[in-house]
């Protein structure tokens, strides 16, 4: 029996190597579900490392496919670990691995774009957010093509605390193509500086791990891939509501090598442009000749507060988009009927 208070360290008994369960399964790679399997289980234990300690811990892992970081993750530990896999393919295969691992190894056959990881775990495992971070790790050797869209709503979750955020702080270990790993966490001013870097520095603590070469996996994939590891922050950088700042984000970086206030006077319509875009920029002090690349987080945070005081002053600009409007006038100028603009489907100011 283990020591009061210890938890017993668990080891997955002999089983068939990664290699010889795709063997064994017949799980040929499928180019459409951006399938690159990691065999070899030192890479997969370097990345649950990167997650911290795992003993008796709470683990989501996104896209197990035959199960080389899951065994990872079990043998690291974790007390309770849920894999979410889209293709049915690799189900006998994880459940295999769930007989070696009794009671601690849960597979969904599901899409993590729309699975509700809220419901996946026991309230009980909930930390308030100001606390330190509740005992759940997201894990991940994500497919390439949902690993930004992905990201993106985790973001949007993390900053109104739903989703996998509903426990609190829950940290994310994750892989991304090589590129979107160094965006993920570009410092102002580095070349790869970009709308993702301001998103999710504001709302977290981004640590960029290590860069895995892509010719340890198999299929080889075009890139290499970089692991990052994500804590979100007690208090978000910015206090503003997620969509707002994404907005001033978005409009910022429309022209990355241009003088910011090219991109930002798009927050406004065309008519009110020159007044707005001076006050906006007075108001946060910002030197409207630095390009987007080069604003600082603290710079980002005073941008989207001088935006949300002009909202609340014209509640009408917050739904605002430069392209309808182009849109409208192109539609004018062919028609010679003016347009006019839609109602906002939704309240101009979020709450
Ligand atoms: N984790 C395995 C490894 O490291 O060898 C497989 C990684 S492979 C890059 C991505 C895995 O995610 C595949 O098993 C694929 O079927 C799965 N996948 C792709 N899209 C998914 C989605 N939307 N939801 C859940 N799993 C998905």
């Given at each position: 029996?283990?020591?009061?208070?210890?938890?017993?360290?668990?080891?997955?008994?002999?089983?068939?190597?990664?290699?010889?369960?795709?063997?064994?399964?017949?799980?040929?790679?499928?180019?459409?579900?951006?399938?690159?399997?990691?065999?070899?289980?030192?890479?997969?234990?370097?990345?649950?490392?990167?997650?911290?300690?795992?003993?008796?811990?709470?683990?989501?892992?996104?896209?197990?496919?035959?199960?080389?970081?899951?065994?990872?993750?079990?043998?690291?530990?974790?007390?309770?670990?849920?894999?979410?896999?889209?293709?049915?393919?690799?189900?006998?295969?994880?459940?295999?691995?769930?007989?070696?691992?009794?009671?601690?190894?849960?597979?969904?056959?599901?899409?993590?774009?729309?699975?509700?990881?809220?419901?996946?775990?026991?309230?009980?495992?909930?930390?308030?957010?100001?606390?330190?971070?509740?005992?759940?790790?997201?894990?991940?050797?994500?497919?390439?093509?949902?690993?930004?869209?992905?990201?993106?709503?985790?973001?949007?979750?993390?900053?109104?605390?739903?989703?996998p955020f509903?426990?609190?702080?829950?940290?994310?270990?994750?892989?991304?193509?090589?590129?979107?790993?160094?965006?993920?966490?570009?410092?102002?001013?580095?070349?790869?500086?970009?709308?993702?870097?301001?998103?999710?520095?504001?709302?977290?603590?981004?640590?960029?791990?290590?860069t895995i070469p892509?010719?340890?996996?198999?299929?080889?994939?075009?890139?290499?891939?970089?692991?990052?590891?994500?804590?979100?922050?007690?208090?978000?950088?910015?206090?503003?509501?997620?969509?707002?700042?994404?907005?001033?984000?978005?409009?910022?970086?429309?022209?990355?090598?241009?003088?910011?206030?090219?991109?930002?006077?798009?927050?406004?319509?065309?008519?009110?442009?020159?007044?707005?875009?001076?006050?906006?920029?007075?108001?946060?002090?910002?030197?409207?000749?630095?390009?987007?690349?080069?604003?600082?987080?603290?710079?980002?945070?005073?941008?989207?507060?001088?935006?949300?005081?002009?909202?609340?002053?014209?509640?009408?600009?917050?739904?605002?988009?430069?392209?309808?409007?182009?849109?409208?006038?192109?539609?004018?100028?062919?028609?010679?009927?003016?347009?006019?603009?839609?109602?906002?489907?939704?309240?101009?100011?979020?709450?």
């Open positions: 029996m283990a020591a009061s208070g210890k938890i017993a360290s668990f080891r997955l008994p002999p089983l068939p190597t990664i290699g010889e369960v795709i063997k064994l399964y017949k799980l040929r790679a499928t180019k459409q579900l951006s399938q690159n399997f990691l065999l070899d289980l030192r890479l997969t234990d370097k990345i649950v490392r990167q997650a911290g300690n795992l003993k008796g811990a709470h683990v989501c892992e996104v896209g197990p496919g035959p199960g080389g970081l899951t065994r990872s993750i079990l043998n690291a530990g974790a007390a309770d670990l849920l894999v979410v896999e889209k293709d049915t393919r690799f189900i006998p295969g994880l459940q295999l691995l769930s007989e070696a691992a009794p009671g601690k190894l849960r597979i969904v056959h599901g899409d993590i774009l729309t699975y509700r990881m809220d419901r996946g775990f026991p309230a009980v495992i909930s930390k308030s957010w100001e606390e330190d971070p509740p005992n759940l790790h997201i894990i991940g050797n994500l497919p390439f093509n949902v690993s930004t869209p992905l990201i993106i709503k985790w973001l949007e979750y993390m900053a109104n605390r739903t989703g509903t426990f609190g702080r829950t940290r994310l270990t994750l892989t991304f193509q090589k590129e979107v790993a160094e965006r993920l966490t570009a410092s102002a001013a580095s070349r790869q500086r970009s709308r993702l870097s301001v998103m999710a520095q504001y709302l977290c603590t981004v640590h960029s791990c290590f892509g010719r340890a996996f198999v299929p080889k994939p075009e890139v290499d891939v970089g692991v990052v590891h994500f804590t979100p922050l007690a208090r978000p950088q910015i206090q503003q509501p997620f969509k707002l700042v994404e907005k001033v984000v978005r409009n910022a970086f429309q022209f990355r090598r241009k003088y910011c206030y090219k991109g930002i006077e798009l927050l406004f319509p065309e008519r009110k442009r020159p007044e707005l875009v001076e006050a906006m920029l007075k108001e946060a002090d910002v030197d409207p000749t630095l390009r987007p690349t080069e604003l600082t987080l603290a710079q980002f945070r005073a941008l989207a507060d001088a935006y949300a005081g002009l909202c609340t002053r014209d509640p009408s600009l917050f739904s605002y988009e430069f392209r309808e409007e182009l849109r409208l006038n192109r539609l004018t100028r062919r028609t010679g009927t003016p347009t006019d603009p839609p109602t906002p489907a939704c309240p101009p100011v979020p709450c």
